[in-house]
């Protein structure tokens, strides 16, 4: 090999990948900030002045719309864990040889489009529907009750459409786990609480760690579950992006929302990864 | 290859995948300044054409030069807006030849013109030959940005000859340049009488916290807006910046109470249908035809106030395959016999005034039910007001700029969006 092309083969080494990333992620990403930094509208079109009061009066204006989003992201991840650990828990150490089976039956409703499954929620759900109408002619329930159109029905969405996001990971971390290690934990005088607080559950929490990084993020941002399921109540930060975009073609307002929701998941990321880096986290438990 | 020390990777390469120090400045300073010139240069261009209503007098003749027939019309309507069994449309095939593919994908003007938007204005099909769009914001849009044909009135001779005064010199499109009317609606409130009682006769019924939770409104800026003006007194035709805040003010008192359920597009129709809402701001033909499908009972009511009246109009997107049929189609619906069996199902405001005469005329053959439901509807208000029904209407506001346009939007955006 000439030494010329020993010095420049690195070079053509990163090549497929940077240009996938320079025409997929860069070129929109520019694209997409530069909007955000113009002035104008749909008709006469919109010319690039550098305008950042975008930023601050779009912030103003759905302040409180991204304020819920992140607690509904936030509450709704904290009730996947709260589900998804029992289930992995079960599936990894007491599904045996029918494992693949579990696994199979957790995803099998995901084979179904994300936003038909919401819909038909909304269907089973519906004010006078075959759940509540029943019950709203025996009396049990106010005539005016309803489930559609509450913040319950919108983080409960959440909750259903990530729930394997959540299980895979964490099942994941379980399933690795060397039975013997539990065993020696018990042979060592541990009764099963505390093998599984300082054993199993130090193991997992790596699981649990990948797990809320895949729901935290998308369910803060997820637009499809509150528009269908929700109300004007429970409008999330992905619902008025979506509509600036897509109703009203105001895309410097839609691109700086999107910034900011970036920035702000970005930070919370950070600030997680590293108050609760996994590492950090293993130290504490196993204490 | 293996790096030994003298071959190792230029730093340049390195500091892609490694933390790195060297250079840094330098390499910022001009990663900078080439994301400046990249913001700058990703602008997007506008077509619009603001001011020129009329096109040039050689713009017809230009646009329709060379154009031919392909015989297949695909034609963007709304939902609720025709007999799912078409027979106007079939009995335009079986006389023309022209087959026509008719689908209901318009729900609320905002979305659709944001969806044709990108191929309009690089000069794509959109797939539609014809489509019937509602004055207000979006039509101005459509219209300034140089979207719509100009139509040949050569090609139109039964709109002239069966088109209502009216109906040729409305303001958003006067002398018909762009567009003729397919059906004129109100906007009113439409309630369900088994779980409300009392009669509903104002706007202000639509703010009442007996209704908690069960009240809709439409997510169309436009309509919401002029409802908040109608409830306080204001006219929305004549509307100033400082009536709409003070609408906006009243509409959010409705929603901070949580006395609406939510803002919708068409959809309203079936969460009325559904139980979700139990009282709703509507459009007149819809609750007709939803009770004539379903067996609903459901009540229109044009509140005390006022309502509002608009007209859905068929257009012709200028990057259209086929406008020679799409025009053709256009005269067709302005035939008596067309148009009063189209208004009949629809119970929208008819722009053919001889339709009223053909229904009567039709309803006379029948017996039974079917004559005293032609006859009511011959009759109904709803599809041939009289004048002083449309005293108690108001008409939309005309934006006279964009930039008024705009101030609007941001006022009424906030609360549709939560």
């Known amino acids: 090999m000439s030494p010329v092309r020993r010095v420049l083969a690195p070079y053509f080494l990163i090549l497929p990948g940077g240009l996938w990333l320079l025409l997929f992620f860069v070129v929109p990403m520019v694209t997409m900030l530069s909007l955000s930094l113009q002035e104008g509208d749909i008709v006469n079109g919109y010319a690039f002045t550098g305008h950042w009061q975008t930023y601050l009066d779009a912030i103003t204006a759905y302040e409180e719309q991204l304020v819920r989003s992140l607690i509904y992201g936030a509450l709704a991840t904290i009730a996947l864990i709260v589900i998804a650990f029992p289930v992995a828990y079960w599936i990894a150490f007491y599904g045996g040889r029918h494992k693949p089976t579990y696994l199979f039956l957790l995803l099998l409703p995901f084979f179904v489009s994300f936003v038909l499954r919401t819909i038909s929620w909304r269907q089973i759900l519906t004010d006078d529907g075959f759940v509540l109408g029943p019950l709203k002619d025996i009396g049990l329930l ?102 600036q975009y897509l109703t009203n073609s105001d895309y410097p307002t839609a691109s700086a929302l999107s910034f900011t929701l970036m920035a702000v998941l970005l930070i919370g990321v950070f600030a997680y990864a590293r108050a609760l880096g996994t590492e950090d986290v293993m130290k504490v438990a196993a204490r | 290859m293996p790096p030994s020390p003298r071959n190792l990777p230029d730093p340049m390469v390195r500091g892609l995948t490694r933390q790195r120090l060297g250079r840094r400045d330098a390499l910022r300073l001009s990663g900078l300044s080439a994301l400046g010139m990249a913001l700058a240069a990703c602008g997007v261009e506008g077509k619009g054409n603001p001011g020129a209503s009329a096109p040039a007098a050689d713009a017809v003749a230009k646009y329709w030069a060379g154009k031919t027939s392909t015989k297949k019309v695909d034609f963007a309507c709304w939902p609720l807006y025709m007999d799912p069994k078409q027979p106007e449309l079939k009995k335009f095939t079986a006389e023309t030849g022209v087959k026509v593919n008719y689908q209901e994908v318009i729900q609320e003007m905002g979305p659709w013109f944001a969806k044709v938007q990108p191929q309009l204005s690089a000069g794509q099909s959109i797939g539609y030959d014809l489509m019937v769009i509602t004055n207000g914001i979006q039509f101005k849009q459509f219209k300034d940005s140089g979207f719509l044909a100009p139509l040949d009135h050569s090609k139109l001779p039964t709109f002239a000859k069966n088109a209502a005064p009216a109906y040729k010199n409305e303001a958003f499109d006067p002398g018909n340049v762009y567009s003729v009317p397919w059906a004129s609606g109100i906007t009113g409130i439409a309630y369900d009488p088994k779980r409300i009682t009392r009669p509903i006769t104002k706007l202000a019924d639509l703010w009442d916290p007996a209704f908690k939770g069960k009240v809709g409104m439409f997510s169309d800026t436009q309509e919401l807006g002029n409802f908040g003006m109608m409830v306080l007194g204001l006219n929305p035709d004549k509307s100033t910046a400082d009536d709409w805040r003070a609408a906006a003010d009243k509409l959010k008192e409705q929603k901070s109470q949580r006395i609406i359920r939510n803002y919708y597009d068409q959809s309203y129709i079936d969460a ?70 189209l208004a009949a199902y629809i119970n929208y405001v008819t722009p053919v005034p001889s339709a009223q005469e053909q229904m009567k005329q039709d309803a006379a053959k029948l017996s039974g039910d079917d004559k005293a439901s032609l006859e009511d509807i011959a009759e109904s208000p709803l599809v041939f007001p009289a004048e002083s029904d449309y005293a108690k209407l108001h008409y939309y506001r005309d934006f006279a700029t964009a930039a008024e346009q705009q101030e609007y939007q941001r006022i009424f955006e906030p609360i549709v969006l939560g």
Request: glycine share 8%; aromatic share 12%; net charge negative.
């Open chain 1, 142 to 243: 106010g005539s005016s009750f309803h489930v559609l159109g509450t913040p319950f029905a919108v983080i409960a969405g959440l909750v259903y459409n990530f729930l394997p996001f959540m299980v895979l990971p964490v099942y994941v971390a379980l399933e690795r786990i060397d039975p013997r290690v539990v065993e020696a934990a018990r042979d060592l005088y541990a009764d099963p609480a505390t093998a599984f607080r300082k054993v199993i559950l130090p193991l997992a929490l790596p699981g649990v760690f990948a797990g809320v990084l895949m729901t935290f993020v998308p369910a803060s941002s997820d637009y499809v579950n509150s528009a269908v399921l929700g109300s004007s109540s429970t409008t999330m930060i992905g619902q008025v992006i979506q509509a």
């Open chain 2, 272 to 341: 009325l249908g559904k139980g979700e809402v139990w009282i709703t701001q509507a459009w007149s033909g819809d609750v007709f035809q939803k009770n004539v499908s379903d067996g609903t009972n459901f009540k229109f009511v044009i509140p005390e106030e006022g309502g509002t009246i608009w007209t859905d109009n068929f257009a012709i997107p200028s990057t259209a395959a086929n406008p020679v049929d799409a025009i053709a189609l256009m005269d067709f619906f302005y035939r008596t016999d067309i148009a009063a069996s």
